[in-house]
Every structure is written in structure tokens, then in C-alpha cells.
């Protein structure tokens, strides 16, 4: 029986209600510059105690922080785009993946396999290994603090206050692993007025989520704010035997935070979260023959064969075989003003991340590739940052950066369908022990001048030191019809690596409306060690990826600010591409080498086109559209494969995660009522072109282009107080694959992954102080 943590949450819902109830405080809502974005409409509107249900008279302005210091997004040199929390509902977004089909050129899924793990394209650029000792193309930061690993990255969304996507290279700013972009959540800030609310959300397939925010001062230095949620369905694959529920989430989070602002010149954010999760398995579906090999004869036999997805799948594993996971982290934000023109920051993090999921990676009540990966991530990170100012033509930051992350594992692969000897089946259990130390440094700098008639010239330059040791023990046990025998092989090695990525970028503002940029920037992904290694010979390092971007691009805001348009192309030069790729090659032996070679196999070509804009139509209507054009193409892949057997080279025909197109349209209108309260009614439709789902391309693990649609309706009581909304996602019911495990050279696995069918919800929102 699944452990129920809702108490921390159900305590909260009962000590939100009984503050908003017991008292009288009438407070606006919440502040734009808590908020840290702000919504332009009638100064006089936003008084009364309607103002909730007013549409806007502007669109929205967020303030992003892209270069460390706010911004309005439509002055950054930069491919952004950024969402407020409102905007995350009205996309319907449940979790970060919520996201997929609103960035151009951006590809974000739960990662294969695992209920907890999120996997991120930008541009082309991610991590196409979900391994721990992979790291990942595309960096994740909460409240400035940097994720180091995919796992558990996959959070839910709620206690957001808005949401920015970097596209493109952030090596300056950000360092390592942001070399397709970067993803920065940031959560709300405690509020010098009292705010609270509570919502429950209901649905389909046993959805019941529950949220509660608190938030407001304890003195006139101290405030402070609480956010929890909990996030349950029965998932949306079955079992049709024993109507086991897979696919599903079992959530509950947790985030307070403590500000101390004694001064003008000082203040502190205090941070802790804690989040716990606990699933059954996340099942795919086999798109080619599943096959045992014979150790014999090295002929291989057809186990099992796929059959059309339906949402059902059967796995090997027991009922009591699921993924859980904890994380929880702590950091402490400081600010000085230290005078007129400088400005200290401090950001100081401890994250920990411990997981036990059971993966069946051959999606089948064989054992091929049935896994159990248990992790013990933490990190510690320091990141000091002094910003200059001279309120005229100069800013500047300047910053000193530390990771110290340990990653022990312990994993298990059982593989008693795979392994026959003259037909009689062989039992097979690896156990892997291994211990991943990262240490990296890093010091930049970035600038930027204003000068002439609306010029900006920005510059900017990082270096990063890191060191990786890996130590790594594999035993493989074999049992009847051979003698039993294990085979064991330890492995311990250090590597180090360092990094210069600078930047570049010139702006023109040719009006108050219209701006121009053109940048070039420099970014690297970490090298690191193969944690697939099955054999002594398999033992590996592989070398940092680089990629050069240069893009140019126009931002557009009307005077009015009811119409805002960005576009921009880019080129991007991708070097030492690290694949990981399934060797089924044995020269001189009939039985096939079972190994997973990491390389740094590729040179890459990349160059698009983006598009992004909205618009107010009329009073009481929006409109707004998103496009990406990615052409994306490997200059050479150097496979041994190949070189070996010249007919495997369409292997790599094409990249995988890189769909042509991307697009989505969406619109929403509301009818103001007679007693001031509003109902809003909007959809969107969005289109993927044609995605491959593993570097090497395998019919099954495509998926052609599709189009999905999303409806959804509210209603806002005139007080402000009251919220209801409901909404159905993937309305025509579409069956799309997101993502998928290539493992051909054992049992020739080949899984995808599949996107929710058509699901609806309702959601009774209650908010405080109003």
C-alpha cells in the first residue's frame, strides 16, 4: 500500500480557510512587483473589488531576470519566452511538461520510463541518454538554483509565479549543460499584504489534486508564505488481465518560504521544499519483434510481437515493484545594495534526491530489459553575483560559481527471457554499484553599454573548471541449464575538463516599439563517463559537446501594448554530438556483442526560424500564435557500425527530437456580466511535424506529425473570491508517441511512450483577503 503524505497539506487547506474566514482584511490582490510581472488595465478598476473579472486593456508584461537582473522581456537580446501563472492555466498545464506545443523549436515530456523524470529539447539540443551519469543539453533552475539531473525534474506546477524558456546557448551566464537553453521556474515570493487560497481539482481517470497558498507579513521585517499541493490519478494504462493501474501519479509537495528584509539595503529569502512520489511502473509499448538470443548457436528467436497500442500493457514486475522518489532542498537568497551603483547577491543551495523506480524497458511480461535504478543524488551549490549600475549606459555582473554534486547508485538488471543455451532459457541478474563525484568552478562576466542613438553593445565571458571521478562495480550472474557463475569487473577513474563559452550581442531600439538584436554565443555540455558499460571493453570517458549559435531576431510591443510580436533565425555549429548507441556487432564471433558505446560520434548543422506573438481583439478578446522551423542534420556520425556494414548508415538519416514544424494557435473571450462577475472560454490547437524518438532511427520509433486541441471555460465571481474552472485536454483523443527506449542490441528492444488520450477536469478555486 502506497504511503498517503496529505496530512501536510490537508493542514494547511484547514489553516488557509480558518485565517481567510476568521478574518476581515480586504486587500488588493497581489502586487505586480511581488509578483514580479505586471498586468497594464485601468488604474481605478483594479481598486474595486471586481477588478479580478476586468479584461486587461494591455497584454501582460513579464519582468524576466535572463541576464541576472530584471528585465522586461521585450528589451532582452534573447529568444524567450515567459509565461505567468494565469498563462500556465490557460494552457492547461498540469506539470512543467505542460509546456510542450507553446515554446517554438522546444520538445518537453516526461522522460521514458520514469514518472519523475522530465526530458527537454531546445533547438535540437537535450539529453538523449536519461541515465544519471548523462548530463542533461538544456539547464532547469528553481529560484535560481541549478537541477543537476533529469530525475525529478519533473514537478508539478503550483505555486508558480511565472516561468521563463531560454532558447539558445546560456554558457555565459549559465554555464554547463545549457547548451540548447535553459528553463528557469520561479516560484512566488512572500507579500507584504495578507493572500491565500485553496483549489481541488477533479477528474477523469481518478484525478484529485488539492493546492493551498498563504502568504503575507509577520512584522515589518519578516513575511513569509507556504505553498502545498497534492497530485493524484489512476493513470491511463491498464492491465487487461489484472486492471493494474500504470501511468499514474501519486504526488505531494511542499514549499515555505521565509523573507527578512530589515533594511533597504538588505534582504534574505529563506527557502525549503520537500516533495514525495509514489507510482507504479510507467509502461510503454514494444514496436518491434522482442527476441531471446541463444548462447550456443547465437541464433536469436521471436518472443513476442508488438501489437497496436491501446493503452494496455502487462509488465513482468509485481505489483509491489513501483517508483517512489523524495527530493527536498533548501536555499538562502541574499541581496545587499551595497550604494547607488552596486548590488551583492549570494545564492546558496543543498538539494537531495533519493529514487527507487523499477523500469520495464522491453514494455512486457518478458524479462529483457526489466531494471531497477536507485539513486542518492545531493548537491551543494554557491553562486556570488556583484552587479554594477550606473543608471545611465553601463551595467554589469560579475560571478564566482560552485557545484559539488555526489551521485551513488545502485541498480539491477534482470534478464531471464533473454539468454537461452540450445533452447533452454539461462537465468541472468547484473547488480551495479557505481558513484559519480562532479566538482565544477566557474567565474564569468557580462556587460552591457548603451551608447549612440539606441545601440546596446553586450559582451560577456565564463570559464568552468570540472572534475568527474567515477567508481563503478558490475557483477553478472548466470544461472541453470550452465553452472552457475557470476562474472565481476570494477572500474575507477578521473577526469577533468574546463571551458571558455563567452557571448556577444548588439541591439538596436530603432522606436519605444521596436527592437532589433544580433548575438553569438558559445555553450558546452559536460563530458563524463558511460554508465551503460556491460563489460570491462565497454569502460569509457567521453568529451565535452560544444555548440556556436548566432541569431538575430526582432521584438515588436505597440504603443497601446494590446499587440506583441517576436521573431528571430539562428544557425547553430554542434560538435562532438555524445550518442549513445547499441553495438550488436561481434566481428568473428556468432554471438552479438551486447554493449551501449557512448561517442562523441557527431557534427551537427542547425538553423530555423521562430515566431511568437498575441494580441487583444477588442474588449474582451486574445489571440495568439507560436511557430518554429528547425532544419536539423548531421554533417557526419561516426558509427563502427557503419564503417563495419556500409547498409546500417540510414541509422542516422535523421536527429532525433527534431520535428520540422512546430505550431500552436490559441484564443480566449470573455463575457462580462451584468453583476461584474466574467466567464472566459478559450482553446488552442497545436502541430508537431514528424519526430524521431532515439538517435538511432528505428521505424517504431517515430512519430509522424499530429495536431492536438484543448478547450477550457471559467468562471470569476464578481467579488474576486471564487474561481471555476473546466477544461478537456487532447480533445480529438489523438494517440501520439512523446518518447521512447533503444536498447536493439539486447533482445532488440524498441519502447515508445505515449501522451494522455482525452481527459477532462474541473477545478473550485477559493480565494482569501479579497
Known amino acids: 500500500m502506497r504511503h498517503q503524505h496529505t496530512s501536510i497539506t490537508l493542514g494547511l487547506l484547514s489553516a488557509a480557510i480558518a485565517l481567510g474566514l476568521a478574518t476581515n482584511v480586504q486587500a488588493a490582490p497581489q502586487s505586480t512587483v511581488n509578483a514580479q510581472s505586471a498586468q497594464a488595465s485601468d488604474s481605478a478598476a483594479q481598486k474595486n473589488a471586481d477588478a479580478t473579472t476586468q479584461k486587461p486593456k494591455e497584454l501582460e508584461t513579464i519582468v524576466v531576470t535572463a541576464r541576472r537582473r530584471s528585465e522586461d522581456v521585450e528589451k532582452v537580446p534573447i529568444a524567450i519566452s515567459a509565461f505567468s501563472s494565469e498563462d500556465l492555466k490557460d494552457m492547461q498545464a498540469v506539470d512543467i511538461a505542460g ?5 517554438p523549436n522546444m520538445n518537453i515530456v516526461q522522460g521514458r520510463g520514469s514518472s519523475s523524470n522530465v526530458n527537454i529539447f531546445i533547438r535540437g539540443i537535450g539529453q538523449p541518454d536519461a541515465l544519471q551519469t548523462f548530463d542533461p543539453g538544456v539547464g532547469f533552475y528553481v529560484d535560481d538554483v541549478y537541477y543537476s539531473r533529469i530525475n525529478g525534474a519533473l514537478m508539478d506546477l503550483f505555486d508558480i509565479d511565472h516561468v521563463e524558456v531560454l532558447r539558445g546557448p546560456q554558457g555565459t551566464l549559465y554555464g554547463m549543460n545549457s547548451t540548447g537553453g535553459a528553463v528557469k521556474v520561479v516560484t512566488k515570493k512572500p507579500t507584504d499584504q495578507p493572500e491565500g487560497s485553496v483549489a481541488v481539482t477533479v ?19 519578516w513575511s513569509a508564505s507556504i505553498a502545498a499541493g497534492t497530485f493524484k490519478n489512476d493513470g491511463y494504462v491498464t492491465d487487461p488481465a489484472t486492471k493494474r493501474h500504470f501511468n499514474d501519479d501519486d504526488t505531494q509537495a511542499i514549499r515555505g518560504k521565509l523573507d527578512f528584509h530589515p533594511s533597504d539595503s538588505f534582504n534574505g529569502i529563506l527557502e525549503v521544499d520537500y516533495s514525495h512520489q509514489d507510482t507504479d511502473l510507467t509502461m510503454g509499448q514494444p514496436t518491434a519483434p522482442l527476441m531471446s538470443t541463444d548462447l550456443a548457436t547465437g541464433l536469436s528467436t521471436v518472443r513476442l510481437l508488438p501489437t497496436p497500442w491501446d493503452f494496455h500493457a502487462q509488465t513482468s514486475f509485481g505489483p509491489d515493484k513501483g517508483q517512489k522518489l523524495v527530493q527536498k532542498g533548501v536555499a538562502w537568497n541574499m541581496n545587499w545594495h551595497l550604494n547607488d551603483n552596486w548590488d551583492f547577491k549570494s545564492i546558496t543551495a543543498y538539494r537531495k534526491l533519493d529514487t527507487a523506480a523499477y523500469i520495464d524497458i522491453d514494455a512486457s511480461p518478458l524479462q529483457l530489459g526489466d531494471v531497477l535504478v536507485a539513486l542518492r543524488q545531493h548537491q551543494l551549490s554557491q553562486e556570488f553575483q556583484l552587479q554594477y549600475d550606473n543608471h545611465d549606459n553601463l551595467h ?31 537465468n541472468f541478474l547484473r547488480t551495479i554499484d557505481d558513484n559519480l563525484v562532479n566538482q565544477s568552478y566557474a567565474a564569468f562576466a557580462n556587460g552591457t553599454w548603451s551608447f549612440g542613438d539606441g545601440w546596446s553593445l553586450s559582451a560577456g565571458l565564463r570559464y568552468t573548471d570540472e572534475k568527474k571521478d567515477y567508481f563503478r562495480t558490475t557483477t553478472a550472474f548466470f544461472g541453470p541449464p550452465l553452472t552457475s557463475f557470476d562474472s565481476t569487473f570494477a572500474f575507477n577513474a578521473s577526469k577533468s575538463w574546463s571551458a571558455v563559452t563567452p557571448s556577444i550581442a548588439l541591439q538596436k531600439q530603432f522606436t519605444p516599439e521596436l527592437m532589433w538584436y544580433a548575438s553569438a554565443n558559445r555553450g558546452f555540455k559536460s563530458g563524463g563517463f558511460n554508465g551503460r558499460a556491460n563489460a570491462p571493453s565497454d569502460v569509457s570517458s567521453f568529451n565535452p559537446e560544444f555548440v556556436w549559435t548566432y541569431e538575430s531576431g526582432l521584438k515588436f510591443r505597440s504603443a497601446d501594448g494590446r499587440v506583441q510580436a517576436n521573431g528571430d533565425v539562428f544557425y547553430s555549429d554542434y560538435k562532438d554530438f555524445q550518442a549513445r548507441v547499441s553495438d550488436i556487432t561481434n566481428p568473428g564471433s556468432p554471438i552479438p556483442n551486447f554493449g551501449f558505446p557512448v561517442l562523441n560520434a557527431a557534427k551537427l548543422t542547425m538553423y530555423g526560424a521562430e515566431f511568437s506573438g498575441s494580441m487583444l481583439v477588442g474588449a ?55 453583476d461584474g462577475a466574467a466567464i472566459t472560454v478559450g482553446g488552442d490547437l497545436s502541430y508537431r511535424d514528424t519526430m524521431w524518438l532515439s538517435v538511432d532511427n528505428r521505424p517504431g520509433l517515430m512519430q509522424p506529425g499530429y495536431t492536438l486541441a484543448g478547450l477550457f471555460g471559467v ?33 532488440n528492444i524498441q519502447t515508445a511512450y505515449y501522451g494522455w488520450p482525452r481527459n477532462y477536469y474541473l477545478t473550485v478555486r477559493y480565494n482569501f483577503f479579497r
Open 203 to 221: 477528474g477523469d481517470y481518478g484525478r484529485i489534486n488539492t493546492q493551498a497558498y498563504l502568504s503575507g507579513p509577520l512584522s515589518k521585517t
Open 396 to 426: 554589469a555582473v560579475f560571478g564566482l560559481y560552485y557545484l559539488d554534486e555526489h551521485v551513488p547508485s545502485h541498480q539491477e538488471a534482470y534478464a531471464d527471457s533473454f539468454l537461452t543455451f540450445f533452447g533452454l532459457p539461462i
Open 99 to 103: 509546456l510542450q506545443g507553446s515554446v
Open 715 to 747: 468562471f470569476d465571481s464578481a467579488d474576486g473570491r471564487w474561481q471555476v474552472r473546466a477544461g478537456v485536454r487532447n480533445l480529438t483523443d489523438k494517440t501520439y508517441k512523446t518518447d521512447a527506449q533503444e536498447f536493439s542490441s539486447v533482445g
Open 620 to 674: 474582451s478578446s486574445s489571440l495568439q500564435a507560436q511557430i518554429g522551423y528547425l532544419d536539423s542534420k548531421y554533417d557526419k556520425f561516426v558509427d563502427p557500425r557503419v564503417l563495419l556494414d556500409p547498409s546500417l548508415a540510414d541509422l542516422h538519416a535523421h536527429t532525433a527530437f527534431t520535428p520540422k514544424w512546430t505550431a500552436r494557435v490559441a484564443a480566449t473571450h470573455t463575457f462580462n456580466l451584468h
